[in-house]
Every structure is written in structure tokens, then in C-alpha cells.
């Protein structure tokens, strides 16, 4: 499986694949945020900092923009996920069509993503 890039109005995100999972990485206004992810059994699990060190997280990676939005960017990520696992890539493989459904909890992301 290969990177998948997308653009969105304002903001970019791209998974870049390294062994069984990978890290995706939102951009928006020259700033980007790294979430690193997992195949886990019901869908993609990604790893992302509870909502007391979120600001700060934005920060230190150099993304002010990013503070105080933390379920607005994540809810891009997952949405983005839900594409990218639809996006054929699971259809070839599996013959299958896959939708999703996603819960934002203080940590991490669960995707989950199953068979209709």
C-alpha cells in the first residue's frame, strides 16, 4: 500500500505508510501535525495527545493555528481515514466495500471501519 495524499479547501493530509502502519500528517498554513497510526482489528487506531497537552502539542510542533481545535483537526483526520480505507485500496484487495464511523476520545482515535 502506497501513500495517499489528499487536498482539502485549507488544509492537506497525507498517510505515509512505514510497516503495518504509518503517520499522518495534517497540514494547513505552513504548519503540520504528525499522528502516528495502527491496523487494529476493527478498523485504525491513531495515537494522538489527550486534550490537556493538545495546545501544547500544536506548539512544540510549531502550529499555533492548531490550538484550541483539536476535535475540528481530528474529525478531518478520520474523515480522511474513512476516504482513504474506501478509497478502493480495501475494494481490490478484499472485494469488498467498506464504509466508517469514529470515536474521538482523550486518547487515541479509534476509526472503526467495517464491511456493508
Avoid at 6 to 24: A, C, S
Wanted: hydrophobic content about 30%; overall charge negative.
Amino acid at each position: 500500500m502506497s501513500n495517499y495524499k489528499k487536498k482539502f479547501d485549507g488544509y492537506e493530509l497525507e498517510n505515509v505508510r512505514n510497516g503495518p502502519g504509518g503517520t499522518i500528517i495534517y497540514s494547513e498554513q505552513g504548519g503540520r501535525l504528525p499522528f502516528d497510526w495502527q491496523f487494529i482489528q476493527s478498523g485504525v487506531e491513531v495515537s494522538v495527545p489527550p486534550s490537556t497537552i493538545w495546545d501544547r502539542f500544536c506548539e512544540a510542533h510549531g502550529f499555533p493555528a492548531g490550538e484550541g481545535r483539536r476535535d475540528e483537526i481530528l474529525t478531518r483526520v478520520a474523515d480522511y481515514i474513512i476516504m482513504w480505507w474506501g478509497s478502493g485500496l480495501f475494494d481490490r484487495l478484499l472485494r469488498r466495500k467498506y464504509e466508517g464511523d469514529y470515536k474521538i476520545g482523550d486518547h487515541p482515535l479509534t476509526v472503526y471501519c467495517y464491511s456493508v
